[in-house]
C-alpha cells in the first residue's frame, strides 16, 4: 500500500478529531458558563487511551474515532413528586423501568450542594444555547475551512489563457481523436500566432474577463476576420485573426452539437482564483441547502447505500458517506498525481464539507441528537411563556425521559445506519473519480 495513502488517512482522522474536539468544547464552554458541573470532557469513544483531570472535569481522549463527548450532571429531571435529593426504586413495566433506570443513574451522579448544578434546572434558553454550541462550533469550522480554500486558494476556473495542451490543427468534433496528423489545416489561432500562456484580454474591441466571455464572443461571432487582444509576457498586444466555422458540442448539452460555430482553435488554462468573504457565505449558503436536501432524503439515501453495498450498484456522489470512506478519500487525494496545491484544496474541502454535514444532522430535533434537546428547551420556553400570557402557574421543566424508549430505538437506527455506511465505504467506496 502506498504510504501517501496510510498518511492521508491519518491526516485525515486527525482532522476529524480536532473538530469533534471542538464541537464538544462548544457545548463545554456553555456549560461551565451557566454553572454546570461537567465531569467529562471525552474526544472518541471506547476505552480511554489517555486522560487528565482538572478541577471536577475529567479531559480524555478515548481509542475509537467516531465521535465524543462531555458529561453533564442532571441531564434528566427526577420523576415529579419526588426528593430530587433521593433516588427511588424502579417502577414496573418494561419501558417505565427503562425510564426510572435513567433518571436514578442521571441523580446518580449529583452531590449534596449540586442541586442548581443540574442541566435541567438551567433555564430554557441556557439550556438551548449549551445544546446548540457544538453544532456552531462546527458551522464555524466549516467557515473557517470554507474561507481558507475560497479565499487563501482559490477554486479551480478555467480562464482565458492560452493552454500548452492547444492543438495547432482543426480536428472535427465527429473525430475521437487529440493528436494532429498529416493533412489537417491549421487552426485560425496558429495561422494568427497566438502562443501558449497568452491572455485574452478582448474580442472585436469587447472586453474578455473570463474563460465564458470568450467563448461565448468567439462563438457567436462565427467565421470572418476579428481583432484579437492579448497580454503576452506582460505586454498587451493585437493579433488579427480570421474565425472559420466549425461543429462544437454545446455549452450546456455535451451530447448536442452546435452547427457552424465561430472557432479559433484554443484551450483554457485552469488556474486558482481566489473568492471574497461574500462568495464563501453564498457557497455555503448552496451546500447547506443541498446538505439540507440530502438529511430530508436520508432513508431512500440509505437504500441506495444498501443496493451499493449488497447488489454492486454504483455509490450516490450526493448520498452520505462514513468516517470510514472519507478518511479513505483522504489517502486517495495524497497519493494521487495532483499537485500539492490541489491537494490541499480538496483536502480542506473534505474537512469542510464534514464539519457542514456534522453541524447540520446534530440539529435534527430528535434524541438522542443535540437538536432534540433544542427542541426540548424550546419547547419549555413556549409553555412557560404560554403560562404568563395566560397567568397560570408556571409549568414544570420539560421531561424528555419520557420519550427514551424512542431515544433509544433511534440511537440503535443510528448504529445499524453507521454500520451500513461502513461496511458500504469498504466494499464499493466513493472515490475521487466517481
Keep these: 500500500m502506498n504510504w501517501l495513502y496510510v498518511v492521508g488517512i491519518v491526516v485525515f482522522l486527525i482532522g476529524l478529531m480536532f473538530s469533534i474536539a471542538l464541537h464538544e468544547i462548544g457545548h463545554l464552554i456553555p456549560a461551565k458558563l451557566f454553572g454546570v458541573r461537567v465531569t467529562q470532557y471525552m474526544v ?36 415529579p413528586g419526588d426528593d430530587p435529593g433521593k433516588v427511588r ?28 448544578r443540574v442541566f435541567y434546572r438551567k433555564k430554557w434558553w441556557q439550556k438551548v444555547i449549551i445544546m446548540s454550541g457544538g453544532p456552531l462550533m462546527n458551522f464555524v469550522l466549516a467557515f473557517v475551512f470554507f474561507s481558507i480554500l475560497l479565499v487563501g486558494i482559490g477554486l479551480p476556473t478555467w480562464a482565458p489563457i492560452v493552454s500548452p495542451d492547444t492543438n495547432t490543427c482543426v480536428i472535427p468534433v465527429t473525430e475521437q481523436r487529440a493528436q494532429c496528423k498529416p493533412g489537417d489545416r491549421p487552426t485560425p489561432a496558429a495561422q494568427a500566432g497566438l502562443k501558449p500562456g497568452d491572455k485574452l484580454v478582448s474580442f472585436g474591441g469587447q472586453k474578455i474577463t473570463s474563460w465564458e466571455d470568450a467563448t461565448r464572443l468567439i462563438r457567436s461571432h462565427g467565421p ?32 448536442k452539437i452546435d452547427k457552424n460555430v465561430g472557432f479559433l ?24 441547502g443541498r446538505v439540507a436536501s440530502s438529511l430530508l432524503n436520508l432513508p431512500e439515501k440509505m437504500v441506495g447505500v444498501w443496493h451499493a453495498a449488497f447488489s454492486g450498484e454504483a455509490r450516490d456522489p450526493e448520498g ?8 479513505r478519500m483522504g489517502g486517495e487525494i495524497l497519493a494521487s498525481d495532483l499537485s500539492t496545491e490541489n491537494k490541499i484544496a480538496i483536502f480542506v474541502n473534505l474537512l469542510a464539507g464534514f464539519n457542514l454535514a456534522i453541524g447540520m444532522f446534530n440539529l435534527i430535533p430528535l434524541l438522542p441528537l443535540d437538536g432534540g434537546h433544542i427542541a426540548g428547551g424550546l419547547w419549555e420556553g413556549i409553555k412557560r411563556a404560554y403560562a404568563k400570557i395566560m397567568r397560570r402557574p408556571e409549568p414544570g421543566y420539560v421531561d424528555i425521559a419520557k420519550v427514551l424508549p424512542l431515544t433509544y430505538a433511534i440511537a440503535l437506527v443510528m448504529v445499524v445506519m453507521a454500520g451500513l455506511l461502513v461496511y458500504a465505504d469498504l466494499v464499493n467506496p466513493l472515490t475521487l473519480t466517481n
Excluded: C, H
Excluded at 467516531?66 to 434528566?76: D, S, V
Excluded at 506582460?234 to 488579427?240: E, I, N, R, Y
Excluded at 488556474?271 to 462568495?279: L, N
Design 224 to 255: 470572418g476576420a476579428v481583432q484579437l487582444g492579448i497580454v503576452r509576457d506582460g505586454k498587451p498586444m493585437a493579433l488579427d485573426v480570421t474565425l472559420i466555422a466549425q461543429d462544437r458540442p454545446n455549452l450546456e448539452n455535451p451530447n
Design 89 to 116: 426504586s424502579n417502577a414496573t413495566g418494561p419501558f417505565q423501568g427503562l425510564i426510572e433506570s435513567a433518571r436514578d443513574a442521571a441523580q446518580e451522579e449529583v452531590r449534596p450542594g449540586d442541586e442548581d
Design 320 to 327: 452520505p458517506v462514513g468516517v470510514v470512506g472519507a478518511g
Design 265 to 288: 482553435g484554443v484551450l483554457p488554462t485552469q488556474v486558482m482564483q481566489k473568492q471574497t468573504i461574500g462568495q464563501v457565505v453564498g457557497y455555503m449558503g448552496e451546500l447547506t
Design 44 to 79: 472518541g469513544f471506547g476505552s480511554t487511551a489517555w486522560s487528565r483531570r482538572k478541577g471536577e472535569t475529567e479531559y480524555g481522549i478515548k481509542w475509537i474515532p467516531l465521535g465524543g463527548y462531555i458529561r453533564m450532571i442532571g441531564m434528566l429531571p427526577p420523576r
